[in-house]
């Protein structure tokens, strides 16, 4: 293949009201525009400096070890273990969702003993359930759940287990990815050690990078590891020394990626974040209403619902393939089906960052009208 | 922090003169401001399948995995030793530089049993050394060379090593992230196993991906081994069955990221391989001449020399960093210093896809003479 025969790329212009990616700001694509530089060139410096501090924002903490990821969100949940996990400790684990559920098989990746705290998908862990969990294990090194289950809807309160984890030594491991930028996520307030997002839901900026936090208390853990942490890549005491004062050449940073978060944070805070948390409230119950409208029964547990990202059960009569698609390809439409074993029985309909306006609402509601009529 | 201050980001337009990232073609700028899209949308999956066969042509493969993973270059190294090491593996490493410590660190975490064939930075390992050595080891698991030594600026010959592993069960792993894009990479020709790049050095895409490519052999390997691979995010194994046609969910892929690239690799083949190599190797010629007559004299071993990297020490009179400094700061140009143990000692200078241009030569040597003067 000497001369490569393919043409332009036109993809559709899609409304994202899946599990994530969301839409893009116009501002965010004009920011990855900009010319790329080194990675140690004192304005992309500046720039993850920027990055830091807004996450702090976000992330409502004060912990200097906080930062952008350079892969998705699942090297997230993957750098919470394998910097913490030596093999053989013990980690608990939340389980009530796809999500929950991998947390559980990258753990054990790491050579950790997992005690599974079980829950049926769509309800939340009762609170009280993990504090006993925690208490039969004190020497568990981690505790580890999932603040918002993109795979179910469900939202899990995390203030009691933040408190029980205060008091003792074992972790907290939450992910945020799909809550962080549209819900209060207090790490802080909560006692949470390490928080990890993801750039492409309620942040509103392409996939490819995950936000990251971790407590003083964490880092200790990770200083006082008696081995190397296994993954180079996610090494938090290496990266560390390149977002921080050292400046450690560490990996080539993706520097256009950091050009998008930094501007989709700058949106984030020109909204304030108080307001942007009410407008994922509002749209997600209308949303809610819409559907249950047209027969769709909520799938998530009543008081633990996101907003921004719907459950709906199927009702009998609708094809969920055939409707998905129609959607998508004649009304430029993205719904999420269910994943692992909730395919074919739910929907999953994201209202996240820059998809959550009433406009969209009224072009899924339009466009069902005139399927299912 | 509930309003963000800070203002418009506007950084420089550098002449990407360094180790990368090299400079982007609009034309891939302009792909990126496509609208993101879903990660299962036939759209990206088609466009997935494009930047597989591309990536085949550049590495002049006919290996089925071959594919970009979703972080930067050094993921690709990772992902070559933490899907194919289990403990106690033997493996041998050729090291002349940085990037080829920095590989027995990588091998090191996954618990292999590390045997070095040492060479001094600057200069190229025997091939008879690294021949000798696996001869000795037959039971190695991987042979892992650095075809490009960003740090040095030497080419590594691989023919003979390969002809070798060819011959028995060890794996040839090679580190191209400098020269794909740039300079013939034949892993089916030379027996390469396991070969990655990345997005930003010749391919001149922003950094973000890591191209590479599998052999049926090495895929054997990894579908026999009797642990789990560590990591979750870069299992080969299941990167396989998102990329290829089951089509698993995996992760949210970076999407804008693959835009990107399959702009980016189209440019490459319309130009043409071979007048791409052609076209570094006259420049790159053409630059080490211009900068030895500045007095500075080449780096690397006679005749082992990269076309895109060129290194050169610094005579006793030119003071590096006030220099560089000069040249980012008052031109616009970004030459790189040394790496490791060769900080302050040389200059790296990069001339890379669509860096790789007399424009550039001329802006750089323009600005010398001034700044020297």
């Known amino acids: 293949m000497e001369k490569w025969m393919g043409g332009d790329m036109h993809p559709s212009y899609r409304i994202l009201m899946g599990p994530g990616p969301s839409n893009v700001h116009y501002r965010v694509y004009q920011a990855m525009s900009n010319p790329v530089i080194g990675y140690l060139d004192p304005q992309i410096l500046a720039c993850m400096d920027e990055i830091s501090e807004m996450l702090r924002g976000i992330f409502q903490t004060k912990n200097q070890v906080t930062l952008a990821i350079s892969a998705t969100g699942s090297s997230g949940m993957e750098a919470s273990f394998v910097n913490f996990v030596e093999p053989g400790d013990v980690v608990v684990i939340g389980v009530n969702g796809f999500f929950a559920e991998r947390m559980t098989q990258v753990a054990s990746r790491c050579g950790a003993q997992v005690i599974r705290v079980d829950q049926d998908w769509g309800k939340m862990i009762e609170p009280e359930k993990m504090v006993k969990a925690l208490k039969e294990h004190p020497e568990a090194k981690i505790c580890g759940v999932v603040h918002g289950e993109t795979s179910t809807g469900v939202r899990q309160p995390l203030e009691e287990i933040g408190a029980n984890c205060k008091k003792g030594s074992t972790l907290l491991v939450v992910d945020a990815v799909t809550t962080l930028g549209g819900y209060d996520v207090k790490v802080d307030e909560w ?24 407590s003083p208390k964490a880092m200790d853990v990770l200083r006082s590891r008696k081995t190397k942490v296994q993954s180079f890549y996610l090494d938090l005491l290496l990266l560390e020394k390149y977002w921080g004062e050292e400046r450690v050449y560490h990996h080539t940073a993706p520097v256009s990626m950091f050009y998008a978060l930094r501007e989709g944070l700058r949106i984030v805070f020109e909204e304030g974040l108080g307001a942007r948390f009410r407008r994922h ?73 820059e998809t959550c306006k009433l406009r969209y609402i009224h072009c899924l509601t339009g466009a069902l009208k005139e399927i299912l009529s």
Chains 1, 2 share one sequence.
């Open 191 to 214: 006692g949470v050690d390490v928080c990890y997002g993801s750039s492409q839901k309620c942040l509103s900026v392409p996939p490819g990078l995950s936000p990251i936090t971790v």
């Open 281 to 353: 409230e509002v749209l997600g119950d209308r949303l809610k209403m819409e559907l249950e409208g047209f027969g769709f029964k909520p799938f998530a547990q009543d008081g633990y619902r996101l907003p921004m990202l719907t459950s709906v059960t199927i009702p009998d009569w609708a094809d969920d393939a055939k409707i998905r698609s129609r959607l998508l390809n004649e009304y430029n439409i993205e719904v999420g089906g269910g994943l692992g074993r909730l395919k074919g029985k739910i929907w999953r309909v994201g209202l996240m960052g």
